[in-house]
């Protein structure tokens, strides 16, 4: 209650005491009675002692009370604004429904910390963290990545020499990729499961190239989705950025896959002539349309591009489910902390034709054949 200050003096007891005090001695001196007469009297002595003053104090103090805890039970508030904490002046209605208090969502970052304080041997640095398994894999990823390097530099230079005529779709540096990305799951228990891969039997008997779409939350899902394709000349639509990470980025220009460049307009419009392209000569396309991969694990909106490149090139949409990438490599870390054995698991659905569709509408298919393989923890909030 907001008080102003006539009303602190009105409610005062010691004010209002002395107040009627003089105001009686005044009566008396009007009524030509002598006004000390009251002031030496009994009652004068009650009302102005100490004792008095605080009987009286603790009484309106108590009044105050009760007037404000039953204003505060009639409006729902309970003791608690009071602040009182005792259990048998507590106010609750049986039929109210009472909200759980909610729950505070950790970040990735709070999560990294939690998986390296509980993970024994785990260290983190300025670039990321990594355990013992981690070290083993990161080992053996440039021991063969080495080799890798050395083989597709030796091919560069023989398709440089011959001006192109030799393999103009080069199949052979994506081969040698595929090898370095088999024995690397192979050796490190990180191989897989692959359910429905006969459903691509057809298009392979075909000779149809496609377009293949996953959902993104971890490093991992390349070679996941590279494994799922099989021994294909594949290219991945991947950003620009990756021509910076050793071994990896000279590979990949060399193959032919096509970078992106997120912040220049022309680049973009070079790729989509180029992810055209590519379908058109019978050479497969991979893509994450989320365009980047998902801290949370959980799938993120989708973007255009490789919708519109299916489209254009009237070929067909794979739509890839990855399962469990993110609990193998999650965000923070340089390398994977466990081997993806009895984690990872790729599901292949059924190809959509991209003819006779809009992109608004293909895009919804693909997303919806999406999150019908994905576990409830990585699904959307809102589909």
């Known amino acids: 209650h907001k008080r102003t200050p006539l009303a602190a003096v009105c409610t005062d007891r010691g004010i209002m005491t002395r107040f009627v005090s003089v105001t009686l001695a005044a009566v008396c001196a009007l009524s030509q009675t002598n006004a000390y007469a009251y002031i030496n009297s009994p009652l004068h002595a009650t009302c102005t002692s100490r004792e008095h003053h605080q009987q009286r104090h603790r009484r309106g103090r108590v009044v105050r009370s009760s007037r404000l805890h039953m204003s505060s039970v009639s409006v729902g508030l309970g003791d ?103 024995i690397n799951l192979r050796l490190t228990r990180s191989y897989p499961v692959i359910e429905n891969r006969e459903v691509l039997d057809k298009l392979y008997n075909d000779n149809r190239a496609a377009m293949f779409v996953a959902n993104h939350n971890s490093w991992m899902d390349i070679p996941f989705l590279g494994a799922s394709i099989g021994w294909r000349n594949y290219k991945m639509v991947a950003k620009q950025e990756l021509t910076k990470v050793p071994i990896l980025g000279a590979c990949m220009t060399i193959a032919g896959h096509v970078l992106l460049s997120r912040k220049d307009r022309r680049s973009q419009l070079n790729t989509l002539k180029t992810g055209i392209d590519w379908l058109k000569r019978g050479v497969h396309l991979c893509t994450f349309p989320e365009g980047t991969r998902s801290k949370s694990g959980r799938l993120l909106k989708f973007k255009n591009g490789a919708f519109k490149m299916a489209y254009k090139a009237g070929a067909p949409i794979v739509p890839v489910s990855i399962v469990g990438s993110g609990i193998v490599m999650p965000p923070g870390w340089i390398f994977p902390i466990r081997p993806a054995r009895g984690v990872g698991k790729v599901i292949i659905h059924e190809p959509i034709e991209s003819t006779g569709k809009t992109e608004d509408e293909l895009a919804t298919q693909v997303r919806d054949a999406i999150i019908s393989g994905l576990p409830e923890e990585q699904r959307p909030l809102v589909a």
Request: a positive charge; glycine letters at 8%; proline letters at 7%.
């Open 80 to 182: 608690n604004v009071m602040g009182n904490n005792d259990s048998n002046n507590q106010h609750s209605d049986p039929n109210e429904l009472v909200s759980p208090p909610p729950t505070k969502t950790l970040s990735w970052k709070d999560k990294l910390d939690q998986e390296v304080s509980s993970r024994p041997f785990a260290v983190k640095t300025k670039l990321g963290a990594f355990n013992p398994f981690g070290l083993y894999y990161g080992m053996l990823s440039i021991f063969l990545g080495i080799i890798w390097y050395t083989a597709t530099m030796t091919y560069a230079l023989v398709h440089y020499l011959s001006r192109g005529k030799i393999d103009r779709n080069r199949r052979v540096p994506i081969f040698l990729g595929h090898v370095w990305g088999w």
